[in-house]
């Protein structure tokens, strides 16, 4: 077994109709392993709000490494109305957050209307001191989360945004 080069390496132009709401995020290295996962995932683009950094900046840049020139992103000053207007627009909104009503990312299954009409789905994540804030979760029509296993109840919001999304491919 050998690791492969670069250009060995078979690309794909292929996209999924998911996107990322990254509101009120503070650390712009968060922001560019987001802008780095949504490349490598073949993600629909990102959605920055509130006081998320956005580009340019030196630290989103160094760990986007190049994929915010390639990744679609929309800046919103306002979180909430950002979120309306996507699901006026018809999109799917599922928050990844522990809730009293959410369903583990090992189980969770799309609902076949959705996966079958093509619509949008955002991906909703919180912030990283504070989670998924109510008023964002009430405009939810899911909520899903990693299962915990040790002692901590979260994990840093770019690790779980990467798991929560290749488990959220399986459906596509």
Same mark, same amino acid.
């Given at each position: 077994? =050998? ?6 390496? #078979? ?7 998911? !996107? ?6 503070? %650390?712009? =290295?968060?922001?560019? *392993?987001?802008?780095?996962? $949504? ?22 840049? #160094?760990?986007? =490494?190049? /994929?915010? !020139? *390639?990744?679609? &992103? ?9 979120? !309306?207007?996507?699901?006026? %627009?018809?999109? @799917? ?6 809730? %009293? ?6 189980? @969770?299954?799309?609902? $076949? ?24 979760? /009430?405009?939810?029509? %899911? ?20 798991? $929560?999304? &290749?488990?959220?491919? !399986?459906? @596509?």
């Amino acid at each position: 077994m =050998r690791q492969l080069e670069h250009h060995e390496i #078979k690309t794909s132009s292929k996209r999924h109709p998911l !996107r990322l709401l990254c509101p009120d995020w503070r %650390d712009p =290295r968060n922001v560019g *392993s987001a802008f780095r996962l $949504a490349d490598a995932a073949g993600l629909a683009g990102l959605l920055l709000a509130g006081t998320t950094p956005q580009p340019p900046h030196p630290k989103i840049d #160094k760990t986007a =490494r190049s /994929t915010v !020139r *390639s990744v679609p &992103y929309t800046y919103g000053d306002n979180p909430e109305a950002l979120l !309306r207007q996507f699901k006026c %627009d018809g999109a @799917y909104i599922v928050a990844l957050e522990i809730t %009293d009503q959410s369903q583990s990312l090992l189980q @969770y299954q799309l609902p $076949a209307k959705v996966l079958s009409s093509g619509r949008e789905v955002v991906l909703v994540t919180g912030a990283e001191d504070h989670g998924v804030p109510p008023r964002l979760l /009430t405009l939810c029509d %899911d909520s899903v989360h990693l299962p915990m296993f040790g002692q901590n109840t979260s994990m840093n919001v770019a690790v779980a945004l990467g798991a $929560a999304v &290749y488990l959220l491919l !399986r459906n @596509y």
